[in-house]
């Protein structure tokens, strides 16, 4: 169902909602990182505990999603001022820098785009979403969380290393698989390639990962 404003939901696959705004890292025009993973997370407030804990795993593990050619970017209802105090809070008080942009949507532009909030929401408690962007654009994986649950890194991290694996054509990640792990080959299209699987139609034994 569309929302009142007639814009129909995000789903995978679509492309993601170009937007311009301003970063605690400069301008930022969401198109230009086109031919980058993109990893665009939001949060309903700055200085919060639970979203401050994600920013520092985030943070920490920024060199591991650079390695992968993907970019982190922040996102917030609250004015880069604000986030400025929150990243020399961060820096002071727990030794953390935070390398990676966070986005100001003080109008909640951004946030009602995306999906975070329905087109008449007041404020930004329900912002705590996570999308996984390919180069072409597209969206790839839609995370949501309560405001009570922290979000895992590690598994936002393991989740674009399984869709850049799986994009590659030749394979399908298994449950929790790691780079390096067996993966199963994609089903057979035609009917004589599914009655000579091994696995027969619904399930095809793991293999080992031959890509580089």
């Known amino acids: 169902m569309n929302d009142p404003e007639g814009m129909p939901p995000l789903r995978l696959g679509m492309m993601a909602p170009n937007f311009r705004a301003r970063t605690t890292r400069g301008e930022l025009t969401l198109s230009t990182l086109r031919g980058h ?6 949060h309903p407030a700055d200085f919060t505990p639970v979203c401050t ?3 520092i795993a985030f943070a920490k593990a920024q060199s ?7 970019k982190l970017l922040g996102l917030s209802v609250d004015s880069l001022p604000s986030h400025f105090g929150w990243i020399e809070a961060i820096r002071r008080d727990l030794g953390v820098e935070i390398g990676f942009p966070i986005i100001e949507d003080p109008s909640m532009a951004i946030a009602r785009a995306y999906g975070m909030l329905d ?3 007041q404020d930004s408690s329900t912002v705590r979403s996570t999308f996984i962007i390919a180069p072409d654009g597209t969206i790839q994986s839609i995370l949501t ?3 009570s649950v922290g979000r895992s890194v590690a598994e936002i991290l393991r989740t674009v290393q ?4 799986a994009m590659q054509g030749d394979a399908l990640t298994p449950e929790g698989w790691q780079p390096g792990g067996k993966l199963f080959h994609p089903p057979a299209q035609t009917l004589e390639g599914l009655c000579a ?3 027969g139609v619904w399930y095809h034994d793991l293999e080992e990962d031959s890509a580089p």
């Open 145 to 147: 969380y309560p405001l």
């Open 37 to 42: 993973w993109i990893v665009l997370f939001s």
């Open 53 to 55: 804990s994600e920013f």
């Open 197 to 199: 699987s091994p696995g």
């Open 162 to 165: 399984a869709l850049q694996r």
């Open 64 to 70: 591991r999603f650079d390695a992968l050619d993907c």
């Open 119 to 121: 087109a008449h929401a």
